[in-house]
């Protein structure tokens, strides 16, 4: 089990990390057929003050590109660097579906449907066993990077339980544009960090299999607010708020295509609408049938489908269907 000894030594993945030391640490969990390991880096900074450990996480869905190059920047520049406490950086969970560019596991299953996991299951359940009992149990504050699925486009924000006020009150100080309230998933990575006592924050943002600045930036910039929380931040970066604070979204609508055809989005997501505004149009391939879709409520959208082609009843628009400024 990791934990600080009584000298602030860090001992975890039997090795021990001493205060201002910084270390990277292969976790192994599995092989290849051709017996080649499978190695999962684990970045560690310590600071010689004692603080807080913050986990940072991405690429628990293999084809998540956006999550894992968030993480990256955020040790490029060096922000993870702490003035105090440790932080602890994974930019990429499954290993196994980033060199696929998949989501799942090899074995087939969704690594964040797994958590707690078993000693002796599958080996994505294995796999979440290990994480959650050699690393997740020393960290105080976690932070978990996602993008929307296939094509589907989420505009930046956190999801948080909206029984968590921990969680809450640190979406307030990350301070994406949106943050949304959602119901933890059984078996989740999320759902056992909260089982374990630590505050957690889920960013979506983008979508798979891309990578946008724009998303990262929001990432990079919500995690050094969040070290400047803590009085970790090092003088040489700046954590200057957005003019507007996050917005809250309890209740949302996802729209669905009436009609199957080629889509054409007419408006930016993160948008906000009107209902009834025109949003997009659905149109045949020969030129004869165009079929105008309007908002059907009033709100932000934060996400919206980009794929060029949808059929009837595919989601096209997530849309906020009450917003409260935090």
């Given at each position: 089990m990791?934990?600080?000894?009584?000298?602030n030594?860090?001992?975890i993945?039997?090795r021990?990390?001493?205060p201002?030391?910084?270390?990277?640490?292969?976790?192994?969990?599995?092989k290849?057929?051709t017996?080649?390991?499978?190695?999962?880096p684990?970045?560690?900074e310590?600071a010689?003050?004692?603080?807080p450990?913050?986990?940072?996480?991405?690429g628990?869905?293999?084809?998540e590109?956006?999550?894992?190059?968030?993480?990256r920047?955020?040790?490029?520049?060096?922000i993870?660097?702490?003035?105090?406490?440790?932080?602890?950086?994974?930019?990429?969970?499954?290993v196994?579906?980033?060199?696929?560019?998949?989501?799942?596991?090899p074995?087939?299953?969704?690594?964040?449907?797994?958590?707690?996991?078993s000693?002796?299951?599958?080996?994505?359940?294995?796999?979440?066993?290990?994480?959650?009992?050699?690393?997740?149990?020393?960290a105080?504050?976690?932070?978990?990077?996602?993008?929307g699925?296939a094509?589907?486009?989420?505009?930046a924000?956190?999801?948080v339980?909206k029984?968590?006020?921990?969680s809450?009150?640190?979406?307030?100080?990350?301070?994406?544009?949106?943050?949304?309230?959602?119901?933890t998933?059984?078996?989740?990575?999320?759902?056992?960090c909260?089982?374990?006592?630590?505050?957690i924050?889920?960013f979506?943002?983008?979508?798979?299999?891309?990578?946008?600045?724009?998303?990262?930036?929001?990432g990079?910039d919500?995690?050094k607010?969040?070290?400047?929380?803590?009085?970790?931040?090092?003088?040489?970066?700046?954590?200057?708020?957005?003019?507007?604070?996050?917005?809250?979204?309890?209740?949302?609508?996802?729209?669905r295509?009436?009609?199957?055809?080629?889509?054409?989005?007419?408006?930016?997501?993160?948008k906000?609408?009107?209902?009834?505004?025109?949003?997009?149009?659905?149109?045949?391939?020969?030129?004869?049938?165009?079929?105008k879709?309007?908002?059907?409520?009033?709100?932000?959208?934060?996400?919206?489908?980009?794929?060029?082609?949808v059929?009837?009843?595919?989601?096209?628009f997530?849309?906020?269907?009450?917003?409260?400024?935090?």
């Amino acid at each position: 089990m990791p934990h600080i000894d009584s000298k602030n030594v860090l001992h975890i993945l039997e090795r021990k990390v001493f205060p201002g030391e910084k270390a990277r640490i292969n976790f192994n969990t599995a092989k290849l057929y051709t017996t080649t390991s499978v190695e999962v880096p684990v970045i560690i900074e310590r600071a010689k003050k004692p603080g807080p450990i913050l986990l940072v996480t991405a690429g628990i869905h293999g084809d998540e590109i956006n999550g894992v190059e968030t993480v990256r920047q955020f040790i490029a520049k060096g922000i993870h660097k702490p003035t105090r406490g440790t932080v602890i950086c994974v930019p990429v969970l499954n290993v196994f579906g980033f060199l696929n560019m998949k989501r799942e596991f090899p074995d087939g299953r969704d690594l964040n449907r797994m958590f707690p996991g078993s000693k002796r299951g599958a080996l994505a359940s294995r796999f979440a066993y290990q994480f959650a009992t050699e690393i997740l149990p020393i960290a105080d504050h976690c932070f978990d990077f996602h993008t929307g699925g296939a094509s589907r486009f989420n505009a930046a924000q956190i999801r948080v339980d909206k029984t968590d006020k921990d969680s809450e009150d640190l979406a307030k100080v990350f301070n994406a544009p949106f943050t949304v309230y959602s119901s933890t998933i059984k078996n989740s990575y999320r759902s056992t960090c909260l089982k374990q006592g630590k505050t957690i924050l889920l960013f979506e943002g983008g979508k798979s299999q891309d990578s946008s600045k724009h998303i990262s930036k929001y990432g990079v910039d919500g995690l050094k607010r969040i070290m400047k929380h803590f009085d970790m931040l090092k003088s040489d970066f700046n954590a200057e708020d957005p003019l507007e604070s996050t917005k809250f979204i309890s209740s949302t609508y996802w729209m669905r295509a009436k009609y199957s055809g080629l889509l054409h989005i007419k408006v930016p997501i993160g948008k906000y609408v009107q209902r009834g505004e025109f949003v997009a149009t659905i149109t045949d391939p020969y030129g004869s049938f165009r079929h105008k879709v309007n908002a059907s409520n009033t709100g932000y959208i934060i996400n919206a489908n980009q794929s060029p082609i949808v059929y009837q009843g595919d989601a096209i628009f997530h849309i906020s269907k009450e917003d409260t400024d935090g």
